[in-house]
């Protein structure tokens, strides 16, 4: 029987391994057509990286619960990667109002290499437990084009093998 620790070291080595599979190499020359079409997004008239992107995006649509973010930092072409989710923002149109009076969305820590962004974040209400995700966005042009995700219960620093808390970091 594994451990929890063992199983909480292999899943942030899925992680990692995912976004560095995904990760532009640093020593390959950009392909000069995708740097041509990486204008630097625009929120609110003003230059912002992809993190400011991803941070906007999540709080006004998890957080604000406002649909209007969806045109605003969705792309209409959206390809998901979480096996429970279609393509497409058709989903959160009907999700988000569904959600109940209880359910909050906590941002954590956010990591940006070139055109994909990791958000740690704490899910409340969502389900029965609270759950603690890290989404993994590809963002093209200030509009969130793709997404995977890793999701898993959030248990309390009081309950863990190690005393330490899993949200938020620090």
């Known amino acids: 029987m594994k ?16 976004c560095l599979q995904f990760a532009p190499a640093r020593s390959q ?15 609110e008239g ?13 709080t006004e649509l998890f957080g604000n619960r406002d649909l209007g973010a969806l045109e605003r930092y969705w792309d209409a072409s959206y390809i998901q990667h979480n096996p429970r989710m279609p393509n497409g923002t058709d989903f959160f149109k009907k999700m988000i109002p569904s959600l109940g ?11 940006e290499e070139g055109d994909f962004v990791m958000a740690h974040g704490r899910y409340v209400g969502w389900g029965e437990k609270t759950m ?12 969130l ?19 330490n808390p899993m949200f938020p970091i620090k």
Do not use: C
């Open 3 to 18: 451990s929890k620790s063992h199983s909480g070291a292999v899943l942030s080595a899925m992680v990692i391994a995912l």
């Open 29 to 43: 020359a950009p392909n000069p057509v995708v740097v041509a079409q990486a204008a630097t997004p625009q929120v």
């Open 46 to 58: 003003k230059h912002v990286s992809n993190k400011d992107v991803v941070r906007k995006a999540m």
């Open 101 to 111: 009076p209880n359910f909050r969305y906590e941002l954590g820590l956010v990591i």
């Open 132 to 143: 603690i995700g890290v989404d993994i966005f590809r963002v093209k042009g200030g509009k």
């Open 145 to 163: 084009v793709e997404h995977w995700d890793v999701i898993q219960e959030e248990v309390p620093a009081d309950k863990t093998v190690n005393g």
